[in-house]
């Protein structure tokens, strides 16, 4: 998967730079954005769909919280160490 367009938001706008290093240098941290990119598809895939699939769209925004969490956590220690 190339550079996931999701992580250009607002949440992660302050580590744009480091977040395009650590994708290319850091497979686990790859993975955890790839992951997150995957569930933000999804959810677009759901937007708008019937009531049986709003569950499932309910999950896939669960987990896109979750990992964006996640990437958090993992940049703020990642910049804690540099200071």
Do not use: V, W
Not at 15 to 36: G, Q, S, T, V
Not at 47 to 72: F, T, V, W
Request: charged share 40%; proline share 1%.
């Amino acid at each position: 998967m190339s550079f996931p367009d999701f992580l250009n938001n607002d949440r992660f706008s302050k580590y744009a730079e480091i977040i395009k290093m650590r994708y290319l240098a850091d497979e686990d941290f790859r993975m955890l954005c790839d992951d997150y990119a995957i569930s933000k598809i999804k959810i677009e895939k759901y937007e708008g769909r019937l009531m049986e699939d709003s569950s499932i769209k309910q999950e896939y925004e669960h987990l896109a919280s979750e990992l964006e969490n996640d990437i958090l956590r993992y940049l703020n220690k990642l910049t804690d160490k540099r200071i």
